[in-house]
């Protein structure tokens, strides 16, 4: 089948910079869009960025200006660079993608287990 595996989270400092990455792989035949999502304790799931695989992207209005979505789809990965980070996004970080499977080419959502990122004081 399909599977998504997120990677580049941690500990980092207010104002810091972390890079997510998250590599598809499996069954594939194309990839839709892809995106992040993130939940905090406490909180629902939000999206934070998207993008599609002609490249156009959709923001949270709390991280346009800090994160930046880009995707390779030679390697089927999809990157989040955040900068100027605060504590407030500090949350489990979930990578997301519509993809076309293989030969039926049927489209279906998948979700990886999430990468934790947390923003300290």
């Known amino acids: 089948q399909v599977q998504l595996v997120e990677s580049g989270g941690g500990l980092v400092q207010p104002g810091g910079s972390l890079r997510l990455s998250c590599a598809a792989s499996?069954?594939?035949?194309?990839?839709?869009?892809m995106g992040w999502y993130r939940q905090a304790p406490g909180k629902e799931r939000e999206l934070v960025a998207a993008?599609?695989?002609?490249?156009?992207?959709n923001y949270a209005d709390s991280v346009k200006g800090r994160f930046t979505i880009s995707r390779d789809n030679a390697r089927n990965t999809v990157y989040l660079q955040m900068n100027s980070l605060k504590p407030d996004d500090t949350a489990v970080y979930y990578c997301?993608?519509?993809?076309?499977?293989?030969?039926?080419?049927?489209?279906?959502?998948?979700w990886g287990k999430g990468t934790l990122v947390t923003v300290s004081s």
């Open positions: 993008i599609t695989r002609g490249g156009n992207t």
């Open positions: 499996g069954s594939i035949f194309s990839i839709n869009t």
């Open positions: 997301n993608a519509d993809v076309l499977v293989r030969r039926d080419r049927y489209a279906m959502n998948y």
